[in-house]
């Protein structure tokens, strides 16, 4: 099965004497919504980062349309189609709201910096169509009204929805959402649940860490579940919340029976 | 009144060259937070290539002459409309080959410590300007060469002349196309959110390492602009000829704020002017002194520079 948007095979990586994810298995479909969750420090955030070239996979395969995206730098991967927002919010605080839009659409635009400088009419007419790309990117997260205003001094929440915005302006095929609902207040999250539906909607796959099982649970079609960088069970919410791998990881056991497991390297069921 | 018009001109001139210098510095800090102690180089250097072209295109002993394009030399030398090409012809050579030696330079001695300690790329800086200064010391001249005289220099009266206009006008015509660049371009927003996060700059499907070339071109190729008005306002140049322009460049470019690029335009002129003002009004010898007695009393009160962030910690 080549056909997944993304397919992981065996994916490994090491930080000297820690494997922080290891051995993982894992795809995500075109016009699918994918969670990966799994407790602090599972190895989330850092299979989001081999999964966008920021980290090399030490053993294993990542394949996008088929293709292996292993050892590629990420401004390549990027431009192949996969595009992501970050944990720790990482704007460019000192350009406003739709000029970080306007970065997203940078690399899907062509006009060379002399044709810019000296206003030719291609490029002109090149960046009245960036100028209005970004701001149906704006308005399609809802933030039409701070266009101008400096990303840094825009409220938390907005900052998480512009940051989605800015992705989304890379017309990735796939998008990597991580933990988009820290911080927010339940009424933000509960819009973000239906931003998340409508960015599957306008066509582009959705894959997101989340740690607020209410989201997940709501939104995602399918649930990867990491804990302590391997790949404890897989499924749909249902299947998912009734796993007692699953249970075990959120609300510990015993520190024997932990002990145990963790000496256990046999597969757990999936 | 004269003494003080003509100082004032002379620091505008002074100033122009100045804050050309410190973009290079300004632009390389913003984006890598290195200070690129190469860069007096680069204005000595863009002087050499500058002196050589319009030797080329001038001098009947030597260059084109010799070749036998007398013809192209008088046209060159000939009319106004000859020394406008000629010039321009100078300019964007010097600051190409200019620029691109500062492309091989960051290709060769930065990038390679890019993830390095922050003192090792700047160590291997001041390699790289030890290096060029005796290059040109051992392979060109170890003296100094008179800059060809082919410039019409027209008094004006109060120190005024055709030279310094030239100079000021072109200075200010590049400062406002490298603002343009910056803040309009694609490439120029490119650079300012590789310096504002470089990670998510890379994710957003920016290549850094063009941003960053970019970035060693555009820098030398205006030190090599500034170099040449150097020559052509002072007639010589010396394989040591970066060293001071570039330590009072580099302090304009603090004393705007560095990282920021009107600041280093402001900081450029004002350094210029002040020290041209100390000149006139105290004496030649204390110039750097009140100059950098000024410095140091902006820190004191913005650490960050004139037009820097003014560091506030949030709590």
Known sequence: MTSHLMEARGATIRFGGLTAVDNVDMYVDVGEIVALIGPNGAGKTTYFNMLTGIYKPTEGDILFNGASIVGKAPHVIARQGISRTFQNIRLFPALSAIENVMIGRHMRTKTGALGALFKTPPARKEEQQIQADAEKWLAFVGLSGVANELASSLPYGAQRRLEIARALATEPQLICLDEPAAGMNPQETAELNLLVGRIRDAGVTVFLIEHDMKVVMEIAERIYVLDFGKLIAQGTPREVQNNPAVIEAYLGLGADALMAKHLDEGGDDA | ?315
Do not use: C
């Open chain 2, 1 to 315: 009144m004269d003494i003080f018009i003509q100082q004032l001109v002379n620091g505008i001139t002074l100033g122009g060259m100045y804050a050309l210098i410190a973009l290079g510095y300004t632009l390389v800090y913003g984006i890598l937070l290195m200070i690129n102690f190469a860069h007096a180089e680069m204005f000595m250097v863009g002087a050499y290539v500058g002196l050589f072209s319009l030797k080329f295109f001038s001098d009947p002993e030597w260059g084109a002459a010799t070749l036998g394009l007398e013809g192209m030399q008088q046209f060159f030398t000939g009319s106004i409309f000859g020394l406008i090409i000629m010039f321009a012809i100078v300019f964007i050579f010097s600051g190409i080959v200019t620029g691109l030696l500062g492309m091989l330079i960051e290709r060769v001695a930065y990038r390679p410590l890019r993830n390095a300690p922050r003192l090792a790329p700047l160590i291997s800086a001041i390699g790289v300007s030890i290096f060029l200064q005796n290059a040109v010391l051992l392979w060109v001249d170890s003296r100094a060469i008179a800059f060809p005289n082919v410039f019409p220099v027209v008094n004006f009266g109060y120190g005024i002349n055709s030279l310094k206009i030239f100079i000021v006008v072109t200075s200010i015509i590049l400062l406002i196309g490298l603002d343009t660049l910056v803040s309009k371009t694609k490439m120029g927003k490119a650079m300012r959110a590789t310096s504002q996060d470089r990670g998510a700059a890379q994710l957003m499907g920016i290549n850094i390492n063009k941003v960053i070339a970019a970035t060693f071109f555009i820098g030398p190729a205006l030190g090599a602009v500034a170099g040449i008005f150097h020559g052509m306002y002072y007639g010589a140049v010396i394989f040591n000829m970066g060293f001071f322009p570039g330590i009072k460049a580099f302090t304009a470019a603090v004393l705007g704020g560095i990282g920021n690029l009107r600041g280093a335009m402001l900081g450029g002129f004002m350094l210029g002017i002040i020290e041209s003002m100390t000149a006139g009004f105290i004496s030649t010898g204390y110039k750097d002194v009140v100059a950098f007695a000024i410095l140091i009393i902006v820190l004191i009160f913005r650490p960050g520079g004139l037009l820097g962030e003014s560091v506030v910690e949030k709590v």
